[in-house]
């Protein structure tokens, strides 16, 4: 038997627990894996509460990112073998808060030795969330751009990404995460009332591209701040289709470009809290509290 996080009902975190299931099989194409770590996204809490929908079976297992290792493989597979430490989306339902799951091998990537498996654990979705958003309008060094959300799992990754390609970076959140957002080597700019006229001031001219990892007002007031209305695209909200921006478009090779950024140092996902998987539900509040300060990862092993 293996142990795996669910939740029996849609709505709030009275109906997560922590529950056995028999080890799952591998299907074609697809590897069994043992994870050692799974990072903590707002979608978890966002898919418990029917925010993604209703259609789904019940009980449904929680996570979507996990690093491990491979332990069975699938007919077809012939990427990955028993023993490979890996990092991989997981399939909504098939649940990373557990200590098996089952990942799609076309979509896991090798875990390079230099890369702990706590931080791979945070590159399928909020890593490769950064690098989508950062590469989905082409920006030149020395361009502007506006992080809104900055201190977050994905908005710190997306600041150092933007570091890399020496572009100018302002990144707003709350005022205890100043000085993680001036790690990255953006601007900080304190998020609340007047924020965007705190924008404007450094940035006169306009901002070359908003990245939202907000949403609502805050993305309304900072659209404006963009030189042209394509130059918003958002993770957060789909309204930014009104306002002439784009939504975040997948790249099937954002999880090995940024694994690779990672491997290099270049990158530092930012894990600043841990749980075991026993804590899960602390784990997702930390997250749903929605004031999460870098990655929340669960450690299964
Ligand atoms: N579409 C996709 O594929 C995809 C993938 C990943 C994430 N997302 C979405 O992207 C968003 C961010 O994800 P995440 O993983 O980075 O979340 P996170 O780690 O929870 O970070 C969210 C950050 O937003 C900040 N924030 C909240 N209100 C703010 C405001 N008014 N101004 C500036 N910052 C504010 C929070 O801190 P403070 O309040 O302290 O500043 C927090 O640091 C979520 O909505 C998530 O669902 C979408």
Do not use: C
């Not at 900055?150 to 390609?165: E, R, W, Y």
């Amino acid at each position: 038997m293996s142990k795996v996080y669910v939740f029996t009902q849609f709505g709030g975190p009275e109906h997560e627990e922590l529950q056995e299931r028999p080890v799952p099989q591998p299907g074609a194409g697809e590897l069994l894996v043992e994870v050692k770590a799974a990072g903590v996204n707002p979608a978890d809490w966002k898919i418990r509460a029917g925010h993604l929908g209703t259609d789904r079976q019940l009980p449904t297992a929680m996570g979507l990112e996990v690093a491990g290792v491979v332990t069975a493989v699938g007919d077809g597979v012939t990427q990955f073998g028993v023993g490979d430490p890996v990092l991989a989306g997981v399939p909504a339902g098939n649940g990373g808060f557990a200590e098996h799951t089952l990942v799609r091998a076309a979509e896991a990537v090798a875990k390079p030795e230099e890369v702990s498996f706590t931080d791979a654990a945070t590159l399928p979705v909020a890593g490769t969330t950064a690098y989508d958003l950062t590469h989905q309008v082409e920006l030149e060094p020395g361009q502007t751009m506006l992080i809104l959300g900055a201190g977050g799992g994905v908005g710190l990754m997306a600041a150092q990404i933007a570091n890399v390609h020496q572009f100018r970076t302002i990144g707003v959140a709350g005022e205890a995460k100043r000085e993680l957002v001036e790690s990255t080597g953006a601007t900080f700019v304190a998020s609340g009332d007047g924020f965007a006229d705190r924008v404007r001031e450094l940035a006169p001219e306009g901002v070359d591209l908003v990245i939202d990892l907000v949403g609502g007002g805050v993305l309304r007031q900072a659209a404006s701040l963009a030189t042209e209305p394509g130059r918003v695209v958002s993770a957060a909200d789909p309204a930014v289709v009104d306002l002439g921006g784009a939504v975040r478009e997948r790249n099937p090779e954002a999880l090995g470009k940024i694994t690779g950024v990672v491997e290099y140092g270049l990158v530092n996902p930012n894990v600043t809290a841990t749980y075991e998987l026993q804590q899960a539900g602390q784990a997702l509040a930390a997250v749903e509290a929605g004031h999460a300060a870098g990655k929340t990862v669960i450690e299964t092993a």
